[in-house]
């Protein structure tokens, strides 16, 4: 990824933007699909300031209710050697960290689609990204509230994360922030989210992340029905290229979200802390995550030639294009919808049995995964 076009600011980040804004003036062009999506966009917003109980008190020792399986270093020596003090310090970071980058990463997700609406050719999509636009403002409102109120540890962007985005903005080709964003970090969101609506303890981060994610589950559909149409009219040079920007993002989101800098603060030692973190079971239920999400997704939209094929057997994943992707977005829906439904007064309870019940369908395959 390159790097030597960002350029930090004070209190900010200046990433240079690629390419064209389009006009088109044909303002009945759209295919029924799209403009459906577009419908279901507009009709399914929700206010977080509404939808959520606010009220609630997170433990401010475990504000997500994590469970120990989920801290990346529990069960080693590391961990048995850390007084129970700093088990609740890492406890509290962990959730910093991470609703840390799904803030940032929510934020990479409205400047996105918003230059999708200024860069993809027709109006039916411009109309559909702009749903999105709205979609992640309400995201970052969210995520920004959580950290504010409730989790009260701050970290900056991740390299990772940041690398990515940097890639996908600064790229001059209109179907890379796509692909980038709506496939691979949407993705990334899908994994992270879903593991928050179904594995957490508390009840206000189940909600939120499972209200995000029937939006996110829309934000997939959008690029796989964009690029699975532009991407049966490429060369196969063209289509390598997308390609080999695909696995070198696949390899990032692999191996690169497992808190660094968060170890490198807390100092237990720092590079023990990332090794273990990255062969923790909880990364492994992560990857597994992320890659159910993403796999079926590549092959729906062409990008599965021999090559590719080649890196996801390397990156241990190829089994993962056995899954179907639009029945766990359709899953994602209705457990959304379902927790809509309860009031928030009796939903301690009740939303977690909802989620118990929906939690296996987000679990893929067990046997998808070629890794050992
Ligand atoms: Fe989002
Ligand atoms: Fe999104």
């Known amino acids: 990824m390159k790097s030597d076009t960002m350029a930090k600011l004070a209190g900010g980040w200046a990433v240079p933007l690629g390419g064209d804004a389009l006009f088109t003036w044909d303002y009945d062009a759209g295919t029924e699909q799209m403009l459906n999506l577009y419908s279901r966009g507009k009709q399914r917003q929700w206010d977080a300031e509404t939808q959520l109980d606010w009220s609630h008190d997170v433990d401010p020792d475990n504000p997500l209710g994590l469970p120990d399986e989920f801290i990346w270093i529990a069960g080693t020596r590391v961990w048995e050697r850390l007084p129970e003090a700093e088990r609740t310090t890492v406890r509290q970071h962990i959730a910093g960290w991470l609703y840390s980058q799904f803030l940032h990463g929510e934020q990479g997700g409205l400047v996105c689609s918003a230059k999708v609406v200024q860069a993809v050719p ?26 504010q109120a409730k989790i009260k ?12 985005l940097e890639a ?29 609506r179904d594995r957490m303890r508390d009840p206000l981060a189940q ?17 796989r029905l964009a690029l699975r149409d532009y991407y049966s009219q490429l ?27 968060m170890w490198r603060k807390l100092d237990y030692g720092a590079e023990e802390c990332i090794a273990l973190a990255n062969r923790s079971p909880a990364q492994r239920e992560f990857r597994r995550r992320v890659f159910t999400r993403i796999v079926p997704t590549l092959k729906d939209i062409n ?38 439904r309860l009031e928030f007064a009796t939903r301690q309870r009740e939303v977690s049995a909802v989620i118990a019940v929906g939690a296996g369908s987000d679990d893929g395959d067990d046997d998808c995964e070629d890794e050992g």
């Open 153 to 164: 540890v701050h970290y900056p962007i991740s390299t990772g994360l940041r690398g990515l």
């Open 207 to 223: 909600a939120l992340n499972a209200y995000v994610l029937q939006d996110e589950a829309r934000h997939v559909a959008f690029g």
């Open 303 to 340: 990008l599965f030639g021999p090559r590719m094929q080649e890196s996801l057997r390397e990156l241990g994943v190829l089994g993962f294009s056995r899954v179907d992707g639009a029945e766990i977005s359709a899953e994602d829906e209705r457990i959304a919808d379902e927790i809509a």
């Open 122 to 147: 027709d109006i039916a999509s411009k109309f559909y990204a702009a749903t999105q636009v709205m979609d992640e403002a309400r995201h970052v409102e969210a995520y920004q509230r959580m950290l």
């Open 168 to 196: 996908i903005i600064g790229d001059s080709r209109w179907d890379i922030t796509y692909l980038g964003m709506q496939v691979m970090i949407e993705g990334l969101a899908l994994a992270a989210f879903s593991i928050q």
């Open 235 to 261: 060369s196969t040079a063209e289509l390598r290229e997308r390609e080999d920007f695909a696995v070198e993002a696949c390899w990032v989101l692999k191996d690169r979200f497992v808190g660094e800098e």
